[in-house]
């Protein structure tokens, strides 16, 4: 894959209640920018200087500061069909904490009547998909803070740990000395977790594209311990995709993590990708075109693109140009259609 991976993607564009106002934020070549604020590069600079930061230049930054964020990539959609419905004010619900935070809850528990949100419920609701594709594997998260720049994520397991005692409950106990230290721990990981929430409420247009950026940016990277979580990616995505193309089941499809960035390739009857090919062909609703299920793409530019398709299990890629027949900008899954073949 030689082509820019935003290359197939058209533009989208959202609105955000900045002040008391709505401004508009557009999403083009693989860039998050924000219309209302001709000077956005300055506010960001003033923003670490301490100075106040408009809601929109806050979204500018964390969209950057999340783009190679494992989380991203476990929360967010895995077929258009994979509805993913998030409200700013979850983001706020979550940022108020930790006073009555429950924590972690369990992944297999549902959300509960009166219930405050928490990052477990959340996951809980949105990985219907998830949970059939990525069976038997581990799940994992990035553990690093927003605004890091590791060069690769240290993956750490979900505890299903549920805390119901409030912070001032636990800062009186005879143990909250001891705790005390990871009350800011606590406070930075769920500013991260309420920025991801703020990123996905943008709509089901811009989950994609921060899917396929984060995706795009680890696949300029070594996997090292992050392998389990960007396989689970790779198979929550790739599955659905072949049983639907095959006409069989997600959970009797094999999928492996393809780390040499190839496109989409069969081995028997294992199929392997890369996160070159989530960004560039899933991320942009390429996957299945007409029948043919796309393996690369050869050359993009909006509304156009030349990709590489087989028509069936075990053939041989053949080149196809195809055409987005969608709006630019329009929220739902692009139609692609063969022009040429």
């Not at 533009?11 to 008391?20: I, K, V, W």
């Not at 984060?214 to 599955?239: F, N």
């Amino acid at each position: 894959m030689t082509v820019a991976w935003w290359a197939a993607f058209g533009p989208a564009e959202a609105t955000a209640r900045c002040g008391d106002q709505q401004h508009r934020l557009r999403w083009e070549a693989g860039r998050l920018t924000a219309h209302d604020h001709p000077d956005a590069e300055g506010e960001l600079v003033l923003g670490t200087l301490g100075g106040d930061q408009p809601y929109c230049i806050r979204l500018l930054r964390a969209w950057g500061e999340h783009s190679d964020d494992l989380d991203v990539l476990m929360l967010g959609p895995r077929s258009a069909a994979d509805t993913l419905t998030v409200d700013v004010r979850d983001a706020e619900r979550l940022q108020a904490g930790p006073r009555g935070w429950t924590g972690y809850a369990p992944l297999s528990a549902g959300r509960r009547p009166r219930m405050p949100l928490t990052w477990g419920t959340l996951w809980s609701s949105t990985r219907r998909s998830f949970v059939v594709n990525a069976r038997g594997m581990p799940r994992g998260r990035a553990t690093y803070w927003a605004g890091s720049s590791a060069p690769g994520g240290r993956v750490a397991g979900r505890h299903a740990v549920t805390r119901s005692a409030s912070v001032s409950q636990i800062q009186s106990s005879p143990r909250g000395a001891l705790l005390r230290g990871t009350l800011p721990d606590l406070d930075r990981e769920l500013a991260r977790r309420a920025e991801v929430l703020e990123l996905l409420a943008l709509g089901p247009a811009f989950q994609f594209r921060l899917c396929a950026t984060v995706a795009a940016t680890w696949s300029q990277r070594d996997s090292g311990t992050a392998r389990p979580a960007l396989t689970a990616a790779l198979t929550g995505r790739l599955a659905p995709v072949i049983a639907s193309w095959l006409g069989t089941d997600a959970d009797q499809v094999r999928v492996r993590l393809d780390e040499g960035g190839g496109g989409l390739a069969q081995d028997g009857d294992q199929w392997r990708a890369g996160m070159p090919w989530v960004a560039a062909v899933w991320g942009a609703g390429l996957a299945v075109i007409d029948g043919r299920l796309v393996t690369d793409v050869a050359r993009a530019g909006y509304p156009k693109a030349d990709v590489l398709a087989i028509e069936e299990p075990g053939g041989e890629p053949a080149a196809l140009a195809v055409r987005c027949e969608s709006a630019a900008g329009s929220p739902h899954e692009p139609r692609w259609r063969i022009i040429r073949s």
